[in-house]
């Protein structure tokens, strides 16, 4: 049979009474790997029974030690994910141990259980959590189910009244629309009827309008005929006159034209030298540079031949005066110093020579690049300049046309 809440709350009133003077310890006992809804929600049903100060009497106790796997319950502890988990432990004062389900006569993990018990008993001062404490926090909590069900009544009287000023205001606004709606139809026809005798009255002055102008046409007919025959004259001449300047501009334009193409055809040539002289002059320079490079390539490996031959010299020189010294070992040992410290100069002079030799060819490398570069920008700006004077004939082109049209249309 199950228990309602009001019931559990009871039977534990009981037996908090039967264990007088009272309870020292309130154990939740937790299984290591789940933590179900219901154990999320533990913490606060303790504490809404039993009061905030519940909390103070609270030991946390998990269940299957032997599933940790090597862990221990306070690593497993720190490095769960489950927030909800780890406020319950602190809120509980972070008093928490674990029993293992297989290790049933290990008595350690109990005395353990006592320990923790003891000291939670010193903090809390030897207090135990009383009946009284218990009636204060059910007092607490009827109180704040009264005031509950106090604003549940509350806001159920304010949904009943603002859903009768809403219905009310429904009703009123249905009753505005429909009385708008009434004045529109009546403006409609009024406006309807305005209209047809605006298009009657127009109707007769049109007609009397047409009666007068047909009188005075018969009159003016011939005069207007006279006077078309006076513009069609003037407009063939005006005619005449405008084929005779289009006539002159079509001369000048081809001309112009013909002016222009001489103009590009000479630029072009013109672009065609400055790019093969540009372009010799690169190569040129290229190479000059290539030249000088490979020139120095030949000193340098010139130089370097006669330094390896004295190097190898030297080295002889050096295994001759080490094979005099072989009955004085001090004298052999001082020139085989000597020895290495020559060939550890000789190493330096190598890696300077390689270095010098890296800054030369990045030297190279950047003068090649600053050429090319410069031969680029060269062809860019001239190719520019060709864009935009070929752009600035085509807008004199345009505007030449566009006036010549004007001319035409007057």
């Known amino acids: 049979m199950t228990l309602t809440k009001e019931q559990v709350q009871e039977q534990i009133m009981k037996c908090i009474s039967l264990s007088a003077p009272g309870a020292h310890v309130i154990i939740i006992v937790l299984s290591v790997g789940r933590f179900t809804l219901e154990e999320k929600d533990i913490l606060g049903m303790i504490k809404m029974i039993f009061g905030s100060k519940a909390a103070d009497f609270c030991i946390v106790l998990f269940t299957r ?15 769960s994910k489950n927030d909800e988990l ?7 004062g972070n008093r928490f141990l674990a029993f293992s389900n297989t290790e049933t006569q290990d008595q350690t993990q109990v005395i353990k259980l006592f320990d923790m018990m003891e000291e939670m008993k010193k903090s809390n001062q030897g207090q135990c959590f009383t009946n009284e404490m218990f009636k204060e926090a059910a007092i607490s909590t009827e109180q704040r189910m009264k005031m509950i069900e106090e604003n549940e009544r509350k806001n159920q009287t304010q949904v009943k009244e603002l859903k009768a000023k809403y219905d009310m205001e429904i009703k009123s606004m249905k009753k505005r629309l429909e009385e708008k709606k009434l004045k529109i139809d009546e403006e409609r026809e009024r406006l309807k009827n305005k209209f047809r005798q605006q298009e009657e009255t127009l109707r007769r002055e049109f007609e009397e309008k047409e009666k007068s102008e047909q009188k005075k046409g018969k009159m003016e007919n011939q005069k207007r005929s006279d ?14 006159e405008i084929k005779r300047e289009t006539e002159d501009q079509r001369i000048q334009y081809e001309k112009q034209q013909k002016e222009r193409e001489e103009e590009d055809r000479k630029r072009g040539e013109e ?7 540009m372009k010799n002059d690169h190569e040129h320079i290229i190479a000059e540079l290539q030249m000088k490079q490979e020139e120095e390539i030949r000193k340098r490996d010139s130089e370097e031949q006669m330094r390896r031959k004295q190097e190898e010299k030297e080295r002889e020189e050096w295994k001759r005066k080490i094979k005099e010294a072989e009955n004085d070992k001090e004298t052999q040992e001082e ?7 020559w060939e550890e100069e000789k190493k330096q002079q190598m890696r300077e020579r390689e270095e010098e030799e890296r800054e030369r060819k990045e030297k190279h490398e950047k003068q090649l690049k600053e050429k090319q570069e410069e031969l680029d920008n060269k062809k860019k700006k001239f190719e520019r300049d060709i864009e935009e004077e070929r752009q600035n004939r085509e807008e004199e082109q345009q505007q030449q046309i566009r006036e010549r049209t004007e001319r035409e249309r007057i």
């Open 335 to 341: 020139i085989k110093r000597q020895q290495r410290e």
């Open 227 to 240: 006077e078309e025959k006076q513009q069609r004259a003037e407009y063939d001449q005006r005619i005449e």
């Open 86 to 92: 780890k406020k319950l432990i602190s809120d509980c």
């Open 65 to 79: 030690e032997d599933s940790l796997r090597g862990q221990t319950i306070k690593q497993y502890v720190d490095r």
């Open 271 to 277: 672009y065609k030298q400055d790019q093969e002289k």
